[in-house]
């Protein structure tokens, strides 16, 4: 079949299957490959690399047409990924596109987004693998420029390919016109004033999750610096965390 | 108050407050400090870094004893470190351990972790962090030599501190002895075959996420290797995961 021979583009988010990020995702990359979305069947930001081992899941076919099926499952944004190519596709993806995510997921935000957790998933089974994400959370965002720089990361890749353990994590701001795309590095800061408590029903504290981001980065090309500036940052990232600089000291503790 | 001069230590797990795990570690912990347990209120296993965002999470103290006081929470491993800096400890915690897990967190088993979600937003948060886990899924697992190596490892983080953005992954076999502690890097590999299809009430296939990991690290100091010759393993883990080495060759792309 001709259709085998086109590349094979495995779409995710955390969004869920029904977010206009991921149908504009779609749209934007048709024309590249043939397409399989597996997606959770409702919102699932900020779960990270989470995965479900307590139940079991399950998915099912949303709508299909020429080149594209979409698929939503109960899981999370790694159920997807790993759902979708150990049960589902019938040939390793030629690229893994996550997003597009409504909300940046700049500096330490990697470490909390279902966007790029499924992004790391795919990377993990050796699938080339972009996370892609808006700065703008607003369900009707607009997402020409950000698909436009989607499209043309994914065409990249899909012609150089990834390095073994590396992905890549595109934020767009919304500022029009794009002043252009950097590459740099994942901003060293965190989240500060974390809760807002507010009362339940019974009248018992409870802390909703909120809070700002604060860069502690001294170094111009941090990602979150960029985007406050109107570039859109492309952050290469690595599945291998280990910290090569601290072993050689860690040596001498004796432990 | 004589107390307050003693460090503070903030102890969380995945597997919730109940477990025998972080039972032990507080036992193990006791006369190093003042502890502050904000653990999870049931099993959160493979959570990862998951927050919570769509509900809003609360506390409660479960039982108090001279130096020790244990909080339930009802969020993600992370909510719970997340908690316990912004709105219960009065002081930053000198030290944050996650643990003891029950089962392994070696190689990529550390991406989906909740035990070691939760080390490294200790780490986020510029605490010295350290998550411990052992290599024995069952209940009532023999704790004793893990309990040894996590408190030599805790003492000597409390003594010297750790490098900004860097927290340390411990995981101690079962085999007793224990052959010796050994710095190591995060083992390369994957989990395959993950699914074990099955049926719901009403014949809908459903799939429970199983499989195994196949070690794919040409490297003889990788932890998973080194677990399964007998050795315990401590890995330093980095909070920032942009890849250097790929950032020049990104460039060429011209995006």
Known sequence: MERNNRPLILITNDDGFRAKGIRELIKALKDLGELVVMAPDGPRSGMSSAITSLVPIKYKVEW???GVTVYSCTGTPVDCVKLAINEVLDR?????????????????????????????????????????????HRADADFTECCRLGRLTAEKILEKGLPHGTYLNLNVPTDIPVKGL??????????????????????????????????????DDNDDKLLNEGYASLVPCKIDITDYAFMQELQTWNL
Chains 1, 2 share one sequence.
């Not at 060293?188 to 860069?215: C, I, P």
């Open 64 to 66: 299909e047409e020429p």
């Open 92 to 136: 390793e993806p030629d690229l893994l596109v996550s997003g597009i995510n409504h909300g940046g997921n700049m500096a330490i935000c990697v470490n909390y987004s279902g966007t790029m957790g499924a992004a790391a998933e795919g990377c993990i089974f050796g699938v080339p693998s972009l996370g892609v994400s808006l700065l703008d």
């Open 182 to 219: 950097r590459i740099c590095r994942q901003a060293d800061g965190r989240w500060v004033k974390e809760f807002k408590r507010s009362e339940d029903a019974s009248g018992q504290t409870v802390f909703w999750l909120t809070g700002y981001f604060r860069n502690d980065d001294q170094h």
